[in-house]
């Protein structure tokens, strides 16, 4: 059956309220505004280089989650208190903050291309993990000891270099110094293994320093810190085939089960 074309007064009525869908779902987002800079306002004492982008509503009524970096916290309405620490639904077992911090890992590693990292890849990979690494670091030499392990295991190793020692120290230059290498992969093997790199080119552009400062961004404690596919985190070393059963089954964050 045909539509029955509007009357003119109900087109009418149709625009108005349409119209008024639309001035309040505007009033409702200046009204979200409004507040994320109230909430900014009061930080901006404490926080001076807080940004609008770094507060955000949350599902918890009345509170305003703030991130600076790997550290979140949250803030009422009014900003007058704030709270540093993890928001979790305990009604649905939801991890609120730690899935904010999954999100913001894979965003940033997402800025990683294929030609600022190394890879040791099997010929049919099932998982990618990042692994951010020290070369001096004895569990990261472990672990890329058994990089064959991990590779039979359908598990690609991606490197990004962390020296814990910071910018300019030995590690540093041996970073450096990989990178710097014909061959990335052997170099990396090489040095891991305790082969010297004295003489070797430190002065190729090179993504060390920025692999640095993204392992402080991400709150990086030590070293290796693996990012899963999922943007979870471990801190050390995990054999191949545990860190293989955990990748095959993945926990559910959303506070449900599997």
Known sequence: MPATPLSGSSMKHLLSLVASALVLGACTACAQD????????ALAQ???EIKKEDIRETSAPGLYEVQAGPIYAYVTADGKFLVQGDLMNIE???EITENRRREFRLTRLASLGPDSTIEFAPAKPRHVVTV???IDCGYCRKLHSEINEYNDAG?????????RAGLGSDSYRKAEAVWCSADRKTALTNAKAG???NGDRHDCPNPVARDWQLGQE??????????????EVVN???????????????????????
Not at 34 to 41: G, L
Not at 218 to 231: A, E, F, Q, S
């Open 92 to 94: 649905t077992g939801e």
């Open 132 to 134: 951010f690494t020290d």
């Open 34 to 41: 409004t507040q994320i800079e109230r909430v900014q306002k």
């Open 218 to 231: 991400l709150g990086l404690r030590g070293t290796p810190m693996m990012v899963l596919p999922d943007g």
């Open 236 to 258: 050390g070393y995990v054999p191949a085939q545990q860190l293989a059963m955990r990748l095959d089954n993945p926990p559910r964050h959303d506070g449900l089960t599997n």
């Open 195 to 197: 082969a010297p790199m």
């Open 46 to 48: 404490y926080i001076p």
């Open 155 to 163: 598990i690609t190793i991606r490197y990004v270099f962390y020296p």
